[in-house]
Protein backbone atom coordinates (compact mmCIF):
# COMPACT_ATOMS: atom_id res chain seq x y z
CA UNK A 1 0.00 0.00 0.00
CA UNK A 2 2.67 2.37 0.98
CA UNK A 3 5.61 2.96 -1.36
CA UNK A 4 8.46 0.80 -1.16
CA UNK A 5 11.11 3.30 0.01
CA UNK A 6 8.96 4.73 3.31
CA UNK A 7 5.88 5.56 4.15
CA UNK A 8 3.29 7.58 2.32
CA UNK A 9 4.17 10.50 0.93
CA UNK A 10 2.30 14.03 1.24
CA UNK A 11 2.34 17.31 -1.00
CA UNK A 12 3.71 20.10 1.10
CA UNK A 13 1.16 21.27 3.65
CA UNK A 14 1.42 24.49 6.06
CA UNK A 15 -0.06 24.10 9.56
CA UNK A 16 -2.23 26.78 9.22
CA UNK A 17 -4.35 25.90 6.29
CA UNK A 18 -8.12 25.57 7.05
CA UNK A 19 -10.66 23.39 6.04
CA UNK A 20 -12.24 25.06 2.87
CA UNK A 21 -15.19 23.08 4.09
CA UNK A 22 -16.91 21.40 7.28
CA UNK A 23 -19.94 19.75 8.16
CA UNK A 24 -20.46 20.03 12.48
CA UNK A 25 -23.77 17.51 14.01
CA UNK A 26 -25.03 18.06 10.52
CA UNK A 27 -28.87 16.08 11.44
CA UNK A 28 -31.61 16.44 8.68
CA UNK A 29 -35.09 14.42 8.88
CA UNK A 30 -38.19 13.60 6.49
CA UNK A 31 -41.64 14.58 7.28
CA UNK A 32 -43.35 10.52 6.79
CA UNK A 33 -46.98 11.64 6.36
CA UNK A 34 -48.58 9.16 8.70
CA UNK A 35 -45.77 8.02 11.33
CA UNK A 36 -42.37 9.54 12.69
CA UNK A 37 -40.26 11.65 10.76
CA UNK A 38 -37.76 10.03 9.30
CA UNK A 39 -33.75 11.19 10.03
CA UNK A 40 -31.86 10.76 6.83
CA UNK A 41 -28.92 12.08 8.39
CA UNK A 42 -27.62 11.94 12.14
CA UNK A 43 -24.49 13.81 13.48
CA UNK A 44 -23.00 14.14 10.66
CA UNK A 45 -19.36 15.26 11.06
CA UNK A 46 -16.38 16.13 7.98
CA UNK A 47 -14.16 18.33 6.09
CA UNK A 48 -12.09 19.04 3.44
CA UNK A 49 -9.25 21.29 2.56
CA UNK A 50 -8.33 22.72 -1.04
CA UNK A 51 -6.77 20.29 -3.30
CA UNK A 52 -7.95 17.14 -1.26
CA UNK A 53 -10.90 14.58 -2.01
CA UNK A 54 -12.82 13.40 0.69
CA UNK A 55 -14.29 10.19 -0.14
CA UNK A 56 -17.74 9.38 1.44
CA UNK A 57 -18.74 5.78 1.57
CA UNK A 58 -21.59 3.67 2.37
CA UNK A 59 -24.79 1.62 1.15
CA UNK A 60 -27.63 3.12 -0.61
CA UNK A 61 -29.80 5.31 2.05
CA UNK A 62 -27.27 5.68 4.52
CA UNK A 63 -27.16 9.96 4.08
CA UNK A 64 -24.49 10.54 1.46
CA UNK A 65 -26.40 12.01 -0.92
CA UNK A 66 -28.77 14.25 1.56
CA UNK A 67 -25.42 15.22 3.45
CA UNK A 68 -24.22 16.89 -0.38
CA UNK A 69 -27.74 17.97 -1.25
CA UNK A 70 -27.84 20.02 2.32
CA UNK A 71 -24.52 21.67 1.40
CA UNK A 72 -26.18 22.68 -1.58
CA UNK A 73 -29.57 23.25 -0.01
CA UNK A 74 -31.23 21.53 -2.49
CA UNK A 75 -33.16 19.63 0.09
CA UNK A 76 -36.57 20.08 -0.43
CA UNK A 77 -38.34 21.71 3.12
CA UNK A 78 -41.17 20.62 3.28
CA UNK A 79 -40.79 16.97 3.65
CA UNK A 80 -36.94 18.00 4.51
CA UNK A 81 -35.55 19.51 7.32
CA UNK A 82 -32.61 20.59 9.14
CA UNK A 83 -32.93 19.86 12.44
CA UNK A 84 -29.56 20.73 13.93
CA UNK A 85 -25.65 21.22 13.19
CA UNK A 86 -23.53 23.82 10.48
CA UNK A 87 -22.32 23.18 7.33
CA UNK A 88 -19.38 26.24 7.03
CA UNK A 89 -17.80 27.08 3.93
CA UNK A 90 -15.32 29.48 3.90
CA UNK A 91 -16.34 29.62 7.85
CA UNK A 92 -19.80 30.83 6.32
CA UNK A 93 -23.19 29.29 7.26
CA UNK A 94 -24.47 27.60 4.13
CA UNK A 95 -28.01 27.03 6.00
CA UNK A 96 -28.00 30.28 7.44
CA UNK A 97 -28.54 31.84 4.05
CA UNK A 98 -31.36 33.05 1.99
CA UNK A 99 -32.04 31.23 -1.46
CA UNK A 100 -30.97 34.62 -2.87
CA UNK A 101 -27.78 34.50 -1.09
CA UNK A 102 -27.42 30.11 -1.96
CA UNK A 103 -28.22 31.40 -5.97
CA UNK A 104 -24.91 33.19 -5.89
CA UNK A 105 -22.83 30.09 -3.93
CA UNK A 106 -24.39 27.49 -6.15
CA UNK A 107 -22.81 26.77 -9.32
CA UNK A 108 -20.02 29.86 -8.82
CA UNK A 109 -18.43 28.57 -4.95
CA UNK A 110 -19.80 24.96 -4.80
CA UNK A 111 -20.77 23.01 -7.68
CA UNK A 112 -22.35 19.59 -8.18
CA UNK A 113 -22.29 16.83 -10.63
CA UNK A 114 -25.59 14.30 -10.13
CA UNK A 115 -25.65 10.63 -10.39
CA UNK A 116 -27.75 10.16 -13.87
CA UNK A 117 -26.40 13.04 -16.13
CA UNK A 118 -29.66 12.20 -18.66
CA UNK A 119 -32.11 12.96 -15.92
CA UNK A 120 -29.94 16.28 -15.02
CA UNK A 121 -30.12 17.32 -18.49
CA UNK A 122 -32.99 19.21 -20.33
CA UNK A 123 -33.72 17.07 -23.22
CA UNK A 124 -35.28 20.28 -25.17
CA UNK A 125 -32.53 22.61 -24.85
CA UNK A 126 -28.94 22.33 -26.19
CA UNK A 127 -25.73 21.41 -24.52
CA UNK A 128 -24.47 25.30 -24.92
CA UNK A 129 -27.67 26.65 -24.00
CA UNK A 130 -27.62 24.69 -20.49
CA UNK A 131 -23.68 25.25 -20.37
CA UNK A 132 -24.03 29.27 -20.62
CA UNK A 133 -26.65 29.63 -17.94
CA UNK A 134 -24.46 29.43 -15.51
CA UNK A 135 -21.94 31.37 -16.90
CA UNK A 136 -24.66 34.23 -17.34
CA UNK A 137 -25.82 34.00 -13.78
CA UNK A 138 -22.77 33.92 -11.94
CA UNK A 139 -20.31 36.04 -14.43
CA UNK A 140 -20.04 39.66 -15.66
CA UNK A 141 -20.19 38.72 -19.14
CA UNK A 142 -22.09 38.98 -22.32
CA UNK A 143 -23.39 35.77 -24.41
CA UNK A 144 -20.82 36.01 -26.69
CA UNK A 145 -18.60 36.00 -24.19
CA UNK A 146 -20.06 32.90 -22.71
CA UNK A 147 -20.44 30.80 -25.45
CA UNK A 148 -16.60 31.28 -25.83
CA UNK A 149 -16.22 29.82 -21.90
CA UNK A 150 -18.79 27.38 -22.65
CA UNK A 151 -16.91 25.99 -25.43
CA UNK A 152 -13.46 26.13 -23.19
CA UNK A 153 -15.18 24.03 -20.53
CA UNK A 154 -16.35 21.21 -23.05
CA UNK A 155 -12.37 21.15 -24.51
CA UNK A 156 -11.05 21.09 -20.99
CA UNK A 157 -13.47 17.92 -20.07
CA UNK A 158 -12.26 16.29 -23.50
CA UNK A 159 -15.09 17.10 -26.06
CA UNK A 160 -13.66 17.14 -29.21
CA UNK A 161 -15.32 19.84 -32.04
CA UNK A 162 -16.67 21.89 -29.10
CA UNK A 163 -18.35 24.62 -31.62
CA UNK A 164 -20.19 22.31 -33.12
CA UNK A 165 -21.30 20.01 -30.54
CA UNK A 166 -22.19 23.00 -28.34
CA UNK A 167 -25.33 23.30 -30.46
CA UNK A 168 -26.60 19.65 -30.09
CA UNK A 169 -29.14 18.25 -27.44
CA UNK A 170 -28.15 15.48 -25.06
CA UNK A 171 -29.67 12.71 -26.98
CA UNK A 172 -27.11 13.25 -29.80
CA UNK A 173 -24.26 11.90 -26.93
CA UNK A 174 -23.33 9.02 -25.43
CA UNK A 175 -23.33 8.31 -21.39
CA UNK A 176 -19.54 9.39 -21.49
CA UNK A 177 -19.83 12.54 -23.38
CA UNK A 178 -23.30 13.60 -21.18
CA UNK A 179 -21.10 12.60 -17.92
CA UNK A 180 -18.35 15.16 -19.33
CA UNK A 181 -21.07 18.07 -20.38
CA UNK A 182 -21.90 17.64 -16.44
CA UNK A 183 -18.07 18.13 -15.22
CA UNK A 184 -18.37 20.79 -17.76
CA UNK A 185 -21.22 22.41 -16.43
CA UNK A 186 -20.38 22.07 -13.15
CA UNK A 187 -16.55 23.85 -13.62
CA UNK A 188 -16.90 26.26 -16.09
CA UNK A 189 -17.61 28.58 -12.88
CA UNK A 190 -14.10 27.45 -11.82
CA UNK A 191 -15.88 26.28 -8.43
CA UNK A 192 -13.70 26.07 -5.03
CA UNK A 193 -15.61 23.07 -4.22
CA UNK A 194 -16.93 20.37 -6.19
CA UNK A 195 -19.60 17.62 -4.86
CA UNK A 196 -19.45 14.65 -7.05
CA UNK A 197 -22.45 12.10 -6.26
CA UNK A 198 -21.04 8.93 -7.96
CA UNK A 199 -20.24 10.26 -11.26
CA UNK A 200 -19.47 7.12 -12.95
CA UNK A 201 -22.23 5.18 -11.60
CA UNK A 202 -23.83 4.51 -15.24
CA UNK A 203 -20.34 4.17 -17.44
CA UNK A 204 -18.57 1.40 -17.98
CA UNK A 205 -15.02 0.59 -16.60
CA UNK A 206 -13.13 2.29 -18.92
CA UNK A 207 -14.97 5.25 -19.81
CA UNK A 208 -15.52 5.40 -15.56
CA UNK A 209 -11.54 5.68 -15.29
CA UNK A 210 -11.36 8.30 -17.88
CA UNK A 211 -14.03 10.44 -16.15
CA UNK A 212 -11.82 10.16 -12.62
CA UNK A 213 -8.50 11.08 -14.41
CA UNK A 214 -10.22 14.11 -15.65
CA UNK A 215 -11.57 15.06 -12.45
CA UNK A 216 -8.35 14.49 -10.14
CA UNK A 217 -6.60 16.41 -13.07
CA UNK A 218 -9.04 19.17 -12.89
CA UNK A 219 -8.64 19.44 -8.93
CA UNK A 220 -5.14 19.67 -9.13
CA UNK A 221 -4.95 22.45 -11.33
CA UNK A 222 -7.28 24.32 -9.90
CA UNK A 223 -6.74 23.41 -6.23
CA UNK A 224 -10.08 22.42 -6.07
CA UNK A 225 -11.60 20.36 -2.73
CA UNK A 226 -13.58 17.58 -3.57
CA UNK A 227 -15.99 15.46 -2.42
CA UNK A 228 -16.54 12.45 -3.73
CA UNK A 229 -19.91 9.92 -2.81
CA UNK A 230 -19.19 6.10 -4.06
CA UNK A 231 -19.84 2.25 -3.47
CA UNK A 232 -16.64 1.26 -5.52
CA UNK A 233 -14.11 1.08 -2.88
CA UNK A 234 -11.79 0.42 -5.79
CA UNK A 235 -12.26 4.27 -7.22
CA UNK A 236 -12.30 5.24 -3.44
CA UNK A 237 -8.48 3.61 -3.33
CA UNK A 238 -7.17 5.15 -6.33
CA UNK A 239 -8.94 8.85 -6.18
CA UNK A 240 -8.99 9.78 -2.49
CA UNK A 241 -7.57 10.92 0.09
CA UNK A 242 -9.43 10.92 3.46
CA UNK A 243 -12.25 8.50 3.40
CA UNK A 244 -15.74 9.22 5.41
CA UNK A 245 -17.43 5.67 5.93
CA UNK A 246 -21.47 6.17 6.40
CA UNK A 247 -24.29 3.96 7.56
CA UNK A 248 -27.63 4.85 9.45
CA UNK A 249 -27.28 8.34 9.06
CA UNK A 250 -23.89 8.22 10.82
CA UNK A 251 -20.25 8.49 10.59
CA UNK A 252 -18.64 5.08 11.28
CA UNK A 253 -15.44 5.30 10.44
CA UNK A 254 -13.36 8.36 9.33
CA UNK A 255 -9.56 8.27 8.27
CA UNK A 256 -7.05 8.55 5.69
CA UNK A 257 -6.96 6.22 2.72
CA UNK A 258 -3.62 4.03 3.85
CA UNK A 259 -4.66 3.93 7.41
CA UNK A 260 -8.18 2.96 6.80
CA UNK A 261 -7.40 0.26 4.27
CA UNK A 262 -4.48 -1.23 6.44
CA UNK A 263 -6.50 -0.84 9.42
CA UNK A 264 -9.94 -0.87 9.65
CA UNK A 265 -11.62 -0.72 13.19
CA UNK A 266 -15.42 -0.30 12.38
CA UNK A 267 -17.26 -4.04 12.54
CA UNK A 268 -18.98 -2.39 9.21
CA UNK A 269 -15.77 -1.10 7.42
CA UNK A 270 -14.07 -4.50 7.98
CA UNK A 271 -17.27 -6.32 6.60
CA UNK A 272 -17.13 -3.57 3.51
CA UNK A 273 -13.47 -5.21 2.56
CA UNK A 274 -14.34 -8.69 3.95
CA UNK A 275 -17.16 -8.88 1.24
CA UNK A 276 -14.83 -8.23 -1.42
CA UNK A 277 -14.16 -11.40 -3.18
CA UNK A 278 -10.15 -11.97 -3.49
CA UNK A 279 -7.49 -13.23 -5.36
CA UNK A 280 -6.44 -16.84 -5.16
CA UNK A 281 -9.04 -17.59 -2.61
CA UNK A 282 -11.54 -20.54 -3.29
CA UNK A 283 -14.81 -20.21 -1.32
CA UNK A 284 -18.49 -21.82 -1.50
CA UNK A 285 -20.03 -18.37 -0.91
CA UNK A 286 -18.76 -15.07 -0.07
CA UNK A 287 -18.33 -13.38 3.18
CA UNK A 288 -21.24 -10.84 3.51
CA UNK A 289 -21.69 -7.82 5.91
CA UNK A 290 -24.25 -9.34 8.31
CA UNK A 291 -21.73 -12.28 8.32
CA UNK A 292 -19.23 -9.84 10.24
CA UNK A 293 -21.87 -7.57 12.44
CA UNK A 294 -23.73 -10.41 13.75
CA UNK A 295 -20.47 -11.62 15.17
CA UNK A 296 -20.54 -10.07 18.70
CA UNK A 297 -16.82 -10.62 19.18
CA UNK A 298 -16.32 -8.05 16.25
CA UNK A 299 -17.52 -5.24 19.15
CA UNK A 300 -15.52 -6.13 21.58
CA UNK A 301 -11.64 -5.80 20.07
CA UNK A 302 -11.42 -2.29 21.36
CA UNK A 303 -12.10 -2.59 25.32
CA UNK A 304 -15.30 -2.52 27.32
CA UNK A 305 -15.57 1.84 27.51
CA UNK A 306 -14.91 1.50 23.72
CA UNK A 307 -18.20 -0.15 21.88
CA UNK A 308 -18.24 0.75 18.22
CA UNK A 309 -22.01 1.95 17.15
CA UNK A 310 -24.39 -0.23 15.86
CA UNK A 311 -28.34 0.27 15.31
CA UNK A 312 -29.17 -2.72 15.56
CA UNK A 313 -27.46 -3.38 18.76
CA UNK A 314 -28.61 -2.51 22.35
CA UNK A 315 -26.87 0.35 24.04
CA UNK A 316 -24.45 -1.24 26.36
CA UNK A 317 -25.45 -0.38 30.52
CA UNK A 318 -22.60 2.37 30.78
CA UNK A 319 -24.84 4.48 28.47
CA UNK A 320 -23.95 8.20 29.61
CA UNK A 321 -26.72 10.79 29.58
CA UNK A 322 -25.88 13.29 26.81
CA UNK A 323 -28.18 16.16 27.25
CA UNK A 324 -29.49 15.76 23.84
CA UNK A 325 -30.04 12.28 24.03
CA UNK A 326 -27.28 11.13 21.63
CA UNK A 327 -26.16 7.67 22.02
CA UNK A 328 -23.39 8.07 19.37
CA UNK A 329 -19.79 9.94 19.44
CA UNK A 330 -17.06 10.24 17.27
CA UNK A 331 -14.17 9.06 18.75
CA UNK A 332 -11.09 9.57 17.63
CA UNK A 333 -8.59 6.24 18.90
CA UNK A 334 -5.73 6.80 16.48
CA UNK A 335 -4.57 10.30 15.20
CA UNK A 336 -6.24 11.35 12.49
CA UNK A 337 -8.58 7.81 12.95
CA UNK A 338 -12.03 8.03 14.35
CA UNK A 339 -14.49 5.50 14.87
CA UNK A 340 -18.09 5.71 15.91
CA UNK A 341 -18.92 4.62 19.14
CA UNK A 342 -22.04 3.93 21.42
CA UNK A 343 -21.25 7.11 23.90
CA UNK A 344 -20.10 5.44 27.20
CA UNK A 345 -19.56 7.05 30.25
CA UNK A 346 -15.85 6.94 29.33
CA UNK A 347 -15.97 8.30 26.18
CA UNK A 348 -18.54 11.46 27.38
CA UNK A 349 -15.16 12.45 29.57
CA UNK A 350 -13.12 11.78 27.19
CA UNK A 351 -14.40 13.98 24.08
CA UNK A 352 -12.43 13.78 20.54
CA UNK A 353 -12.12 17.08 18.29
CA UNK A 354 -13.89 16.65 14.98
CA UNK A 355 -12.59 15.01 12.16
CA UNK A 356 -10.23 17.50 10.64
CA UNK A 357 -7.32 15.39 8.59
CA UNK A 358 -4.92 18.21 6.66
CA UNK A 359 -3.40 15.11 3.78
CA UNK A 360 -2.75 14.46 0.39
CA UNK A 361 -1.29 11.52 -1.43
CA UNK A 362 1.57 12.70 -3.52
CA UNK A 363 0.70 11.95 -7.34
CA UNK A 364 2.97 8.90 -7.19
CA UNK A 365 0.77 7.13 -4.43
CA UNK A 366 -2.09 7.26 -6.40
CA UNK A 367 -0.89 4.26 -8.17
CA UNK A 368 0.43 2.19 -4.90
CA UNK A 369 -3.20 1.53 -3.73
CA UNK A 370 -5.42 -1.10 -5.31
CA UNK A 371 -8.77 -3.13 -4.55
CA UNK A 372 -6.78 -5.68 -4.42
CA UNK A 373 -4.57 -4.64 -1.51
CA UNK A 374 -7.83 -3.33 0.02
CA UNK A 375 -9.08 -7.11 0.05
CA UNK A 376 -5.50 -7.97 2.25
CA UNK A 377 -5.28 -5.43 3.91
CA UNK A 378 -5.50 -7.18 7.35
CA UNK A 379 -9.31 -7.21 7.58
CA UNK A 380 -9.35 -11.14 7.79
Not at 194 to 208: H, K
Not at 227 to 244: F, K, P, Q, Y
Not at 255 to 274: A, K, M, Q, V, W
Amino acid sequence: MANDNGPPTTETQTSDEKPIFEVADLAVSFDNGTGPRIQAVNGVQLSVYPNQTLAVVGESGCGKSVTAMSAMQLIPRPPGRFDGGSILFEGRDILSLSEKQMRSVRGRDIAMIFQEPMTSLNPVYTIGDQIIEAVLLHQNVSRAEAVEIAIKSMLDVGIADAAKRFRQYPHQFSGGMRQRVMIAMALVCNPKLLLADEPTTALDVTIQAQILELLDDLKRERNMAMILITHDLGVVAENSDVICVMYAGRVVEYSTIFELFENPLHPYTRGLFDSIPKLGDHLDRLVTINDVINNESQFTRLGKDIIPWWPGHHPPKNLAKSPGGNVHTLYEIEPNHWIGCWRTAFLEHHKSRRPDILFRKSPDDYTEISIADAADAGVS
